[in-house]
C-alpha cells in the first residue's frame, strides 16, 4: 500500500483549480522518473478536482493508481486530492483528507491565497511555475508529514477512530478518469493543451496509454536505468517488460533500438 501525493486546490467554480499546497512521496520511483511521474499525477489531480463538485467525495482510479477527492463546502474554495495505488483503503484516504482539510481551513486563511488566486484565475497574475504551489510548505507543514506518517493505514485508521465515520455509499466510484470528463472532453487533448505538463511528460503518456499499467514501473524497478534525454522512453521500455539494458551498455543500445523493440512489444 502506498500514497505518493496530497495536494490541496483552490477550487473556484468555472475557473481552473490551483494548487495552494502539494507533498510528494516518490521515493519507489527512480530519481529520473520522478519528474514525469509527478506531473502525470499532478495532472490527474488538478483534472479531477475541476471536475468534483463542492461537497462531493469520488474516486477515480487510472490504471493501478487512485485520485481520492474531497471538494470542500464553496464557502471554503478548496478542494482536497490524495493520490494512491488501489491497494489503500478508500474509508482511511478519505479519513485523511477530511483531517487534513479541516486542519487547513483552520490554520491557513482564505484571505491568504484567495487575493493571489483570483488574480491567476483572472490572467492578471501568473501561475506558479510547474511542480509548484501558491503557498510555500511553511504555510502548512502538515501535508508533508502526513503524506509519510500515514503510508500505514493502519496507523491512519488508529489515529483518526475519532473522526465521524464516514458514509461509504456517499462517495462516488470511477474505473477511470475518463468517466469524470464532461461531455465532449477528450483525455488526450486535455493532456496535448495542457501547460502544467512537460513534454516529456505528454511524449511518455503518448507511449504509456498502449501499455497496461501505466506507470507501474516501481513494480519492475530491477529493469533499465534510463538516460536523462530518454526518460519517458526508457520508463515505457521497462513498463513493456523486456529484457534490462546493462547500464554500460545503454549508450551503444540508444533510442532507436529501444523504441523499435518497445514497438514491437506494444499490443496492436
Not at 25 to 54: C, I
Not at 215 to 236: D, E, G, I, K, N
Request: aromatic content about 8%; hydrophobic content about 40%; charged content about 20%.
Amino acid at each position: 500500500m502506498q500514497l505518493y501525493g496530497l495536494l490541496i486546490f483552490a477550487n473556484p467554480p468555472g475557473a481552473p483549480a490551483v494548487p495552494l499546497t502539494t507533498a510528494w512521496e516518490l521515493g519507489s520511483f527512480g530519481w529520473l522518473q520522478r519528474g514525469t511521474v509527478q506531473d502525470m499525477m499532478g495532472f490527474m489531480a488538478k483534472t479531477v478536482a475541476e471536475r468534483t463538485k463542492p461537497t462531493q467525495r469520488q474516486s477515480v482510479q487510472e490504471n493501478s493508481y487512485v485520485a481520492h477527492v474531497h471538494s470542500r463546502p464553496a464557502s471554503d474554495g478548496i478542494c482536497g486530492v490524495l493520490i494512491s495505488d488501489t491497494e489503500y483503503p478508500v474509508r482511511v484516504a478519505f479519513s485523511l483528507l477530511n483531517k487534513t482539510l479541516d486542519e487547513f481551513v483552520i490554520k491557513v486563511q482564505k484571505s491568504q491565497w484567495e487575493s493571489r488566486v483570483n488574480a491567476i484565475t483572472t490572467g492578471s497574475a501568473t501561475a506558479p511555475p510547474k511542480g509548484e504551489a501558491v503557498l510555500g510548505i511553511s504555510a502548512f507543514p502538515q501535508a508533508a508529514d502526513y503524506i509519510k506518517r500515514y503510508q500505514d493505514p493502519r496507523q491512519a485508521d488508529t489515529i483518526m477512530k475519532v473522526q465521524q465515520e464516514l458514509d461509504e455509499t456517499k462517495i462516488v466510484l470511477h474505473k477511470t478518469i475518463d468517466s469524470v470528463l464532461q461531455r465532449g472532453e477528450d483525455l488526450d487533448k486535455l493532456v496535448e493543451k495542457s501547460g502544467t505538463l512537460s513534454e516529456q511528460s505528454k511524449m511518455f503518456y503518448k507511449t504509456a496509454k498502449k501499455i497496461p499499467a501505466v506507470l507501474s514501473c516501481r513494480r519492475r524497478a530491477s529493469y533499465c536505468t534510463a538516460l536523462p534525454s530518454s526518460a519517458p522512453l526508457c520508463v515505457a521500455y521497462r513498463l513493456a517488460a523486456l529484457p534490462p539494458i546493462r547500464p554500460s551498455a545503454q549508450a551503444e543500445f540508444g533510442c532507436a533500438r529501444m523504441l523499435e523493440l518497445l514497438c514491437a512489444a506494444l499490443p496492436p
